[in-house]
């Protein structure tokens, strides 16, 4: 079965600064990764998301992700984060074995301080 | 318009009520999902659908029931809705290879008193 765990629920960090949102997986066989952002009183919009190949993936709004199968993980950074970046942020993953189907994370919150 | 409409966009009701939450999308995805959001808990899966007569359960089935009545149309049902079902509630949809990810409708936001 497949699991995913966001070690943050909480993050406050000050514009400019950058970050790091964490998030591991488990799964038996071959993973599509993805994350969400959820704006206030919003649908959750894709933000980036790893199918194969390059282990860097680069998404909206200058965020990026490193695929590491070693380590499980597929940690989400921004070197220089804006106001307008708070927001949830949910890890999700999908394996061949779930029929597709995507389990969330808990969710961590990214709040940015001016 | 969006790709995934979910309506009514807010709905108190009282307990024990049946209530409907519809979904209806353009995307001409086959699959279709509904979620419920919880603080702190993420999503749960309730029910998804990969065609007009392939509907399952996901995690947190009980209570709830849904109906495909189209391709682009999938609708959540609370045939008694109790207090514990207050949440914000999310339709999806995908393609069969999930190569995008899933589009997710604004969300409906439901409270039970």
């Known amino acids: 079965a497949q699991s995913v765990t966001q070690l943050d629920s909480q993050v406050p960090v000050f514009e400019e600064a950058p970050v790091e949102l964490r998030c591991n997986y488990s799964?038996?066989?071959?993973?599509?990764l993805f994350w969400y952002v959820q704006y206030p009183n919003q649908g959750l919009q894709l933000l980036l998301k790893y199918l194969s190949g390059s282990t860097l993936v680069k998404g909206i709004n200058g965020f990026e992700a490193e695929f590491n199968k070693s380590q499980t993980s597929f940690h989400l950074r921004k070197p220089s984060v804006h106001i307008s970046d708070t927001a949830e942020y949910f890890c999700?993953?999908?394996?061949?074995?779930?029929?597709?189907?995507?389990?969330f994370g808990d969710g961590t919150t990214l709040t940015v301080k001016p | 318009d969006a790709d995934v409409t979910q309506t009514p966009r807010n709905r108190i009701t009282k307990t024990g009520k049946r209530i409907m939450l519809e979904c209806s999308q353009t995307k001409g995805h086959d699959r279709m999902y509904w979620y419920r959001q919880d603080p702190g808990l993420g999503l749960r899966l309730i029910y998804y659908?990969?065609?007009?007569?392939?509907?399952n359960k996901g995690e947190i089935s009980d209570g709830y029931s849904v109906s495909r009545q189209a391709q682009a149309k999938f609708s959540l049902s609370l045939e008694s809705a109790i207090p514990n079902q207050t949440a914000l509630y999310f339709c999806?949809?995908?393609?069969?290879?999930?190569?995008?990810?899933?589009?997710f409708g604004s969300g409906t936001r439901l409270t039970v008193v």
């Open positions: 999700a993953v999908t394996d061949d074995t779930n029929a597709g189907k995507s389990t």
């Open positions: 659908s990969f065609d007009v007569k392939d509907i």
């Open positions: 999806a949809t995908s393609d069969f290879m999930h190569s995008g990810g899933y589009t």
């Open positions: 799964s038996s066989v071959s993973v599509y």
